[in-house]
C-alpha cells in the first residue's frame, strides 16, 4: 500500500466506523460526521485521483439510486445515502458496488439468524451503515485476496 491509498483510508475507516457506530447505536448518521467527510474526501480526490475522474464520479451512482429510492419510500434516510456517496467518493465503483452486495448478503444473514434463534419477530429495518461498513471490510478482504492469487489482474480498473 503507497502513501495515497493509506491517506485515503486513514481517513475513511474512522469516518466509516464512526458512522457505523452512530447508525447502530441511534438509528442516525449524524450530518456533522457525513458532510465534512465528503467534504474532505473531495479535496483529498482533487489531489489523489490515481484511476481518473470517471472512476470516482460513477461511484456516485448508487448514492443517485438510495436518493430515489428514499424519495419513493420511507426505509432510506439522508444519511445512508450521504454515506454511500462518501464510500464512492473514497473507494471508487468497484469497492462501492462489492460493498453495497455485501452488506445486502450480511444483513440477510442478520435477518434470517435473528428469526430463526430469537424469539420475537426480526427486524426488517436494519442500521445500513453499519452493514455498509461490515461490507467493505468483507469487499477489501475480497480485493486483496484476488490481488494476492492473482497479481496481473487489477480490480480497481
Known sequence: MDWQQTLVYGQMVPIMASAAFTDWKYRKVFNIV?????????????????????????????????????LFTN???GGDILIVAYLGI?????????????AGFV???????????GK?????QQPWVSLLFIGFCIGA?????????????NPWG
Not at 480526490?45 to 464520479?57: A, C, K, S
Not at 444483513?107 to 434463534?117: H, N, Q, S
Not at 420475537?120 to 426488517?124: A, S, T, V
Not at 478482504?141 to 489482474?153: G, M, N
Request: proline residues 6%; aromatic residues 16%; contains cysteine.
Open 141 to 153: 478482504v475480497q480485493i486483496t485476496c484476488l490481488k494476492f492469487v492473482f497479481p496481473f489482474i
Open 34 to 70: 457525513s458532510i465534512p467527510a465528503i467534504i474532505a474526501m473531495i479535496i483529498t480526490r482533487i489531489f489523489i485521483h490515481p484511476q481518473g475522474w470517471l472512476f470516482y464520479t460513477a461511484a456516485l451512482i448508487p448514492a443517485l439510486v438510495y436518493y430515489i429510492f428514499a
Open 90 to 102: 473514497a473507494s471508487g465503483i468497484v469497492a462501492t458496488l462489492l460493498s453495497v452486495i455485501n
Open 120 to 124: 420475537k419477530k426480526p427486524h426488517l
Open 75 to 77: 426505509e432510506v434516510g
Open 107 to 117: 444483513g440477510l444473514i442478520l435477518y434470517y439468524v435473528e428469526a430463526f434463534i
